[in-house]
C-alpha cells in the first residue's frame, strides 16, 4: 500500500517545476503551489481509495507532506531537488504523514479494528499514559 501511494500521490509533487526568480520566499511559495498541483493531479483512484481506508484525503496528504519536507529543507536543498520525482525527504515526509494519520485513526476508533470479525468482542480501551490515578482506578472498579 505504501509504495502504491508513494508512486501515485508523492511522485508527482515536484517534477518539472522550473526556477522562478525573486529570492528565496519567492522560490518556496511558488515551489509550494506547483508541488500541491502536481501532486494532486498526479493521485490516481486506488491511491484516493487507499487514503480513504485510512481516513485521508489527497489534498490532506499533499498539504502535509509537502509543507513537512518544506520546513525541514534548505533553500538550496530544495533548488537541487526541484528536478527529482520523490527526494528521500519528500518520501520520509510523506511516509510520516500517512502514519500519524493511521495512529489517529486507530486512537479514534475505540475498539475498532480493521478486518475485525463482526460481533467479535471490541478490543479493550487502552488507558493512556498520563492518565494518571484516575484512569488506574476507573479499571479497580470493574
Do not use: H, W
Request: glycine residues 10%; charged residues 15%.
Amino acid at each position: 500500500m505504501r509504495s502504491l501511494l508513494m508512486i501515485a500521490v508523492g511522485a508527482v509533487a515536484l517534477t518539472g517545476l522550473s526556477a522562478c526568480g525573486g529570492g528565496e520566499e519567492a522560490f518556496r511559495t511558488s515551489l509550494r503551489t506547483q508541488a500541491l498541483a502536481n501532486c494532486r493531479s498526479g493521485s490516481n483512484a486506488a491511491a484516493v481509495q487507499q487514503l480513504q481506508q485510512i481516513g485521508m484525503t489527497v489534498d490532506q496528504l499533499c498539504t502535509c507532506a509537502i509543507d513537512r519536507y518544506m520546513r525541514g529543507a534548505t533553500y538550496d536543498q530544495l533548488k537541487a531537488d526541484r528536478n527529482n520525482e520523490l527526494p528521500a525527504a519528500l518520501r520520509n515526509a510523506t511516509m510520516q504523514c500517512m502514519s500519524e494519520q493511521v495512529s489517529r485513526a486507530g486512537a479514534s476508533l475505540p475498539g475498532a479494528t480493521p478486518g475485525a470479525t463482526p460481533g467479535a468482542a471490541p478490543a479493550a480501551p487502552e488507558v493512556p499514559a498520563a492518565g494518571g490515578e484516575e484512569a488506574a482506578n476507573s479499571t479497580d472498579a470493574e
